[in-house]
């Protein structure tokens, strides 16, 4: 899987509570980020399918 970077604007309570929460998770701010994207497409039934070989 490639990953592409992005800038990324935010508010900065915004920021402060997703660093907070990331640290009690034990993950990065990026990887609480992710998972929260990943999460929130999954609830929504927008994840992009899998290739089969990934299956």
């Not at 899987?1 to 935010?10: E, Y």
């Not at 990331?22 to 994207?37: I, P, V, Y």
């Not at 929130?40 to 927008?46: Q, S, T, V, Y």
Request: no cysteine.
């Amino acid at each position: 899987m490639s990953k592409k970077a992005f800038a990324l604007r935010i508010d900065e309570k915004m920021l402060k509570a997703i660093e907070k929460w990331a640290s009690d998770e034990f993950r990065s701010t990026n990887g609480q980020l992710e998972w929260m994207l990943d999460k929130a497409l999954k609830e929504a039934g927008r994840h992009p399918r899998k290739k089969k070989e990934e299956k």
